[in-house]
């Protein structure tokens, strides 16, 4: 089997509504472009539950939701890293 060596990264995104449908998606891009889509397709106010991950910390994410109001992020206590509702 031949293989390149070059890497890449994937990650995945869930969600659960309301009403408790689970969403996911898979995507390739930076959490902020999440951000995005997130804030453009919500249709409500939205709130982000994520773990303490540095990128979900980091100053491009910061300055993101200093801009943009929707959605709300929440960070889960590092003492608690599977309390996010669909790491259980």
């Given amino acids: 089997m031949r293989v390149s060596g070059r890497r890449f990264n994937v990650n995945i995104m869930s969600a659960i509504a309301s009403r408790g449908a689970l969403y996911f998606t898979v995507y390739t891009q930076k959490f902020t472009a999440f951000l995005d889509r997130l804030a453009r397709h919500a249709g409500r106010k939205a709130h982000v539950i994520a773990d303490r991950h540095p990128l979900h910390r980091s100053k491009a994410v910061r300055t993101w939701l200093a801009a943009n109001t929707?959605?709300?992020?929440?960070?889960?206590?590092?003492?608690?890293?599977?309390?996010?509702p669909t790491s259980r």
């Avoid at 929707?70 to 996010?84: F, K, Q, V």
């Fill in 70 to 84: 929707e959605p709300e992020l929440h960070l889960c206590s590092t003492t608690a890293p599977n309390s996010t």
